[in-house]
């Protein structure tokens, strides 16, 4: 099943991440906004893919699958942006250290938010895993 494994989680959030470019796209140039505002929703994005990440697997590999997931939105995402056009540079030019430097800042910033959700998602697994081994003595009387 894709939702459950550190693989499958990876390759939809790849898929949500891309999909949420396209349409933040359309929606920027429909509606006349900033581009550049719609990066409150690809933060959103990050912790909650981040949060579930955690549930499957360990910081580490958290870390790993927000820089793919990352790369992709650097990559994908931009390329589609770039296309429907909210996303092309000024001058429509892109020279390879202005495409690095934007790029590596969108890994990093998908790299920290998802760990961050990471922690939300490993504490809450932590007390889900503790809170079903042990029994329910919310109701038992103790006079």
């Known amino acids: 099943m894709i939702g459950r494994s550190f693989r499958g989680i990876v390759a939809a959030a790849t898929i949500v991440v891309v999909a949420f470019d396209i349409v933040a796209s359309l ?43 990352g790369a992709a939105d650097a990559t994908v995402g931009w390329w589609f942006s770039w296309v429907i056009g909210p996303g092309r540079a000024r001058n429509g030019v892109l020279s390879l250290s202005e ?30 895993q503790s809170s079903a081994s042990s029994p329910d003595t919310s109701n038992t009387r103790t006079d």
């Open 27 to 69: 929606a920027s140039k429909s509606l006349g906004f900033s581009y550049t505002n719609a990066v409150a929703g690809s933060i959103l994005l990050y912790l909650t893919i981040g949060y579930f990440l955690a549930r499957t697997a360990t910081g580490r590999r958290v870390a790993a699958g927000m820089a793919i997931v």
């Open 99 to 128: 495409f690095s430097v934007v790029a590596l800042s969108v890994i990093a910033l998908a790299v920290i938010f998802g760990s961050l959700g990471g922690i939300f998602g490993k504490h809450s697994r932590r007390d889900f």
